[in-house]
């Protein structure tokens, strides 16, 4: 097989290989960030907000020295859950995998726990996968693509 420097000679199989790989990315990405941390801490969010309930997130935000630990525990699961709905779509996906990257580093240096299956093991997991997706972008098969395709 010949290589091909000219990026136009590619083949149209290997482009859609290419976009197939980065939507199962997104998803391997999105998915389980969205399941195992943005909902599990979404209910223990909304019970602290609205019902006056402890959590458990707070107690180690409040532990560390954080001012405001209550804003500052319900801010950093609502952007957990926004930009793993924003890497799962494809909506501005460079910038949602970068702040998922600065989220995932943030988790790792500040000891917290957010779920007993994020450990570092997983965190750097998403760490590398986000970083992937922030220099590859979303492919074809996302909502980028639909929303800037019309401009062109």
């Not at 560390?64 to 501005?92: E, K, Q």
């Given at each position: 097989m010949e290589y091909h420097s000219d990026p136009s000679s590619h083949s149209p199989a290997g482009a859609i290989l290419n976009d197939l790989a980065l939507l199962i990315l997104r998803f391997a990405v999105g998915?389980?960030?969205?399941?195992?941390q943005g909902c599990y801490q979404s209910f223990r969010a909304w019970a602290f907000v609205w019902e006056k309930k402890s959590w458990s997130l707070v107690d180690q935000f409040s532990e560390l020295g954080f001012n405001l630990p209550g804003l500052?525990?319900?801010?950093l699961i609502v952007l957990c859950t926004v930009l793993s709905l924003g890497v799962i779509t494809g909506v501005y996906?460079?910038?949602?995998?970068?702040?998922?990257?600065?989220?995932?580093?943030?988790?790792?240096?500040?000891?917290v726990e957010l779920s007993g299956t994020l450990n570092a093991q997983t965190l750097l997991l998403y760490a590398g996968m986000s970083?992937?997706?922030?220099?590859?972008?979303?492919?074809?098969?996302?909502l980028d693509h639909l929303l800037t395709r019309g401009k062109r």
């Amino acid at each position: 097989m010949e290589y091909h420097s000219d990026p136009s000679s590619h083949s149209p199989a290997g482009a859609i290989l290419n976009d197939l790989a980065l939507l199962i990315l997104r998803f391997a990405v999105g998915i389980p960030m969205l399941y195992f941390q943005g909902c599990y801490q979404s209910f223990r969010a909304w019970a602290f907000v609205w019902e006056k309930k402890s959590w458990s997130l707070v107690d180690q935000f409040s532990e560390l020295g954080f001012n405001l630990p209550g804003l500052f525990a319900t801010a950093l699961i609502v952007l957990c859950t926004v930009l793993s709905l924003g890497v799962i779509t494809g909506v501005y996906t460079r910038i949602c995998a970068l702040l998922m990257l600065v989220l995932i580093i943030f988790i790792l240096i500040v000891p917290v726990e957010l779920s007993g299956t994020l450990n570092a093991q997983t965190l750097l997991l998403y760490a590398g996968m986000s970083f992937a997706l922030a220099f590859s972008g979303g492919g074809r098969i996302s909502l980028d693509h639909l929303l800037t395709r019309g401009k062109r």
